[in-house]
């Protein structure tokens, strides 16, 4: 039986529908239940920083408010999995109380290029530490005896044309960057499904690709759940069969009449749909639904919301401080809270990964939280001219915008010099908060109001900065975003930049806790900030191109809002090939203005004593290294060991990060051994022509430190005979040869 073919099943569909929407309404999706069959459905819902339900229900007074976590780029870069698997936790019981059974998400693709729409979904441009922060994800959320569905499997790293671009990329580069993390997540962590990407990997579509979902995911990795396509994905429902994506979302009449068609014609064998039931089935047993568990509907959100304030704070990154402007001296009373954002401080992202919460704290609300008193004046000021700039704003004219529930952003409003004067009279300190949103179904774009600050943002900055400035008067820059933004052009303005992110619902408090030293920011990138757009080495070919033979066609007028959802003949090419992030800027020296890894304390570390535990590695090596607190404030650090590597059959960039450890709260004064143990497949690197991954014989050189750029210390070990990190699979490897970047 199947819900969609014939009057009966589809009643039965509706009838779920109706029932799903009553007591879960606004949860992205289910699958059917066939009561005499024993078997339940299974309640799908989004996202990666929360739980996103509807929070109010037809005839009923109560509300169903969900947390707002810290977006996933900003809990990267905690580089505290353990912290990590907390949130989850927290995440996963909302999930469990409101009746859900597998939330969809972590999304773990690897940020390639600093304008894709959904990098705040994704943790990181490095694929180690994106597995380890997936791996905590999924193990937090799932320790509560519900699902996830780790996505977009894979290599969907553009929105652009996303339901049909044809991702070009070598099989190194697919292994060792984009599907690294996803392995690591798949072995340590066992999510119960994942979710098939939208686009086509060198010419095959993902959801239909047996080397990616079966031979890949399952064979190599020993993947044990089922797989589900993203809402709408794939082209030919028979394939998807066949290639073991198990369940099509949300499934149509169109698809179930080609697969009966496919069995009667014998195109399709039956064994292959029993599989993948199967497979859909074993989870079934495990969830929530079938096991009749009594969702009370009311999660302790006050205690998550102490869970997103404390992540939140350890993820925000120290960008600049100048003679010690931060933490905020105790004489600090009366705070300027210049630009929009400060008012209306922005908690995540757009889309699927957006969260229906009760509150965001604002920035100056925040202020009055920690004992700090906003300028009323200024405020005023603010809130008038934003409330006047939404009453003008016509509704929104892009689907997306509309569809996704983003705000339509506001244009900064222009600052009179004469006012920030008047304010650095008044006000002990001056904030000046810069916001910038991104959401799914469409990429970020290389100009101003984006990527780069506006004049008027720019003379916000200098403005109030020289004002304060001339009254020997400190300027903090705030950046509420969820991307990585040019600062090379004016970070030399203000006295302090905090980069907050995307901080989730209590922002505010959680940006407060840093300035005012409460908590002292143990934040490290988890992402390169450039110095140019131009400098990242995806720029020459992001978003794509018409694919060959198409050139003359015209999608100028489809590149804007839901429209960049559509299916076109599109194209993008990985000509970077393992050249991603610090891989690419380390390796050919291209100066950035923030290198990934890199993050300010109120304190001083020192990392010494750098020692494996042998000279040679014949399969593992332990590695030690201390880490002492010299300065005067109680602090974290984050300890990353990098590897160069020798380069003899393969090329290799020139570091890699291979392992990373977060410290305990030291004390001034007080020390802990760190201790990394790294095994062949961390050293190791892919040989396409073999099929199995290698670690090459030679010498190879450990550096560790506190950034990718500032490593003081080394150490060497040797390998004598090459070792073999074991044999894959060849799978989904590129059509026809391509140009990728060379060291050579």
Known sequence: MNPFTGSPQDSLYMAMVDKVRKYLPGAAGFTVEYPLLGVTTQVLADGPAGLR??????????????TAFPIATLLASTWDPRLVEEVGQAMGREVLEYGADVILGPALNIQRDPLCGRNFEYYSEDPLVTGRMASAMVKGIQSNGVGTSPKHFAANNSETFRMSVNTIVSERALREIYLRGFEMMVREAQPWTIMSSYNKINGVYAPESEGLLTTVLRGDWGFEGYVMSDWGGGNDAVAMMKAGNDVLMPGTPMQVNAI???????????????????????????????????????????????????????????????????????????????????????????????????????LTDGLRNGGYTPDEELMEIYTGYMEAAREK??????????????????????????????????????????????????????????????????????????????????????????????????????????????????????????????????????????????????????????????????????????????????????????????????????????????????????????????????????????????????????????????????????????????????????????????????IASFDEAASRWIAEAGEYTLRAGNSSRNLPLSATFTIAGEIDGGAVTKAVAPQAPFNRLTRK
């Open 393 to 682: 704003m016509a509704p929104p004219t892009n689907w997306l915008t509309a569809l996704m529930g983003g705000k339509q952003p506001l244009a900064e409003m222009p600052l009179d010099a004469a006012l920030a004067v008047r304010m650095a009279d008044k006000a002990d300190i001056a904030l000046v908060t810069i916001g910038r949103n991104a959401g799914e179904g469409q990429d970020r774009t290389a100009t101003e109001g984006d990527f780069l600050l506006t004049p008027t943002e720019k003379d916000l900055i200098r403005n109030v900065s020289e004002a304060f400035r001339a009254k020997s008067k400190k300027t903090i820059v705030i950046l509420n975003i969820a991307g990585v933004i040019e600062t090379a052009s004016w970070r030399d303005l203000p006295d302090a930049i905090l980069l907050a992110w995307q901080p989730g619902q209590e922002g505010g408090n959680s940006v407060v806790d840093i300035l005012s030293g409460k908590v002292n920011p143990s934040g490290k990138l988890a992402a390169t900030f450039p110095v140019n757009y131009s400098d990242c080495p995806s720029a020459i070919n992001f978003p794509g191109i018409p694919e060959p033979g198409v050139e003359k066609e015209d999608h100028s007028a489809d590149l804007s809002g839901f429209s960049m959802m559509k299916r076109a003949p599109w194209q993008i090419t990985y000509e970077e090939d393992i050249y991603v992030g610090y891989r690419y800027f380390n390796t050919f020296g291209t100066p950035v203005a923030y290198e990934f890894g890199y993050g300010l304390s109120y304190t001083t570390f020192e990392i010494s004593e750098l020692k494996p535990e042998s000279s040679a590695f014949t399969g593992k090596l332990k590695v030690t290294a201390e880490v002492k607190n010299i300065g005067s404030v109680a602090g974290r650090e984050v300890v990353q060991l990098y590897l160069t590597a020798p380069a003899v059959k393969l090329e290799k960039p020139e570091t890699v990060l291979v392992a990373f450890a977060k410290t305990k709260v030291l004390q001034p004064g007080e020390r802990e051994t760190i201790t990394f143990t790294l095994t062949t497949r961390d």
């Open 53 to 66: 339900i509807s929070p109010r229900r037809k005839g009923d007074d109560s509300t169903y408010f969900c």
């Open 260 to 362: 009966v068609a496919a069995v009667e014609a014998g195109q399709l064998d039956e064994a292959i749909l029993d599989r993948n039931i199967t497979r859909m089935l074993k989870i079934m047993f495990k969830t929530p639904r079938y096991n009749q568990y009594p969702f009370s509907n009311k999660p302790n959100l006050g205690a998550h919301a102490k869970v997103t304030r404390q992540a939140a704070a350890d993820g925000m990154v120290l960008l600049k401080n100048e003679a010690g402007a931060l933490p905020l001296d105790t004489e600090v009373k009366t705070v300027a809270a210049f630009g929009n954002t400060s008012y209306d401080f922005i908690s995540g992202g757009t889309g699927s990964g957006d969260v229906n919460e009760a509150y965001t704290v604002a």
